[in-house]
């Protein structure tokens, strides 16, 4: 039974590039957040996807954008890129309200 | 709004002694859970334990002890005979029932020396 798969695992960009997460969540798995974790801190929520529709939002800016596929995966869209998006994006799968499973991450330098 | 409060930053540890991180919440919701995550350095978050704000009965896993008292808002974590694996940034989370998301708490980072 694969865990929640997340893509690519690692990522270099540039100022004002666009950038584009993917995750497949767990087996039986319906809902998919993301979450930016900086260095040294915890992770912060960013948004959840449920039934192909974005849910809840944390307190990102619009630049930050989504989307889930009817077979439950989803996407992580962040416009014009800033230093300080530089992270580890983690996506999470879980059953509807029931614990959350983390994938490994992407990590996002932005130069 | 729902805060996580992990006060220890490291902890650092002789391989076999205990360690027990603290976690300390706020939350407004009668109704709510409380969970403890391990990243270990790879980076992936492994989940450990969920609880709920309705069940305070202690638990054990294994080298794994979790103490809930809802009294003094606290869900600490206790590591049993520690072994080297168990270094990891260990995070605790709440999230409340009508909300979906996870809030965390800074995390605690625990290093084993063998």
């Known amino acids: 039974d694969a865990g929640v798969t997340q893509s690519p695992t690692h990522l270099i960009k540039t100022r004002g590039q666009q950038v584009t997460l993917r995750c497949s969540p767990k087996?039986?798995?319906?809902?998919v957040s993301w979450y930016q974790q900086a260095l040294g801190q915890g992770p912060q929520f960013i948004f959840q996807?449920?039934?192909?529709?974005?849910?809840q939002r944390g307190n990102f800016p619009d630049r930050f954008s989504g989307h889930q596929f009817p077979n439950y995966s989803s996407e992580l869209n962040v416009n014009a890129l800033l230093l300080g998006d530089s992270a580890l994006y983690l996506c999470?799968?879980?059953?509807?309200?029931?614990?959350?499973?983390f994938g490994p991450g992407t990590r996002l330098t932005v130069l | 709004a729902q805060k996580v409060t992990q006060a220890q930053t490291e902890i650092s540890v002789v391989e076999k002694e205990d360690v027990t991180l603290d976690c300390v919440y706020e939350?407004?919701?009668?109704?709510?859970?409380l969970f403890w995550y391990k990243q270990p350095p790879s980076g992936e978050l492994v989940f450990l334990i969920r609880?709920?704000?309705?069940?305070?009965q202690n638990e054990i896993s294994g080298r794994y002890s979790w103490n809930f008292q809802k009294s003094t808002s606290s869900f600490n974590f206790t590591i049993t005979a520690s072994q080297v694996v168990d270094s990891a940034v260990y995070f605790c989370?709440?999230?409340?029932?009508?909300?979906?998301?996870?809030?965390f708490g800074a995390g605690t980072t625990v290093t084993v020396r063998a």
């Open positions: 999470a799968s879980s059953l509807r309200h029931n614990e959350q499973f």
């Open positions: 087996s039986g798995h319906d809902t």
């Open positions: 996807y449920y039934e192909e529709e974005e849910r």
């Open positions: 939350t407004r919701d009668t109704t709510y859970y």
């Open positions: 609880r709920n704000s309705f069940d305070e």
């Open positions: 989370a709440l999230s409340e029932a009508n909300d979906y998301k996870l809030s």
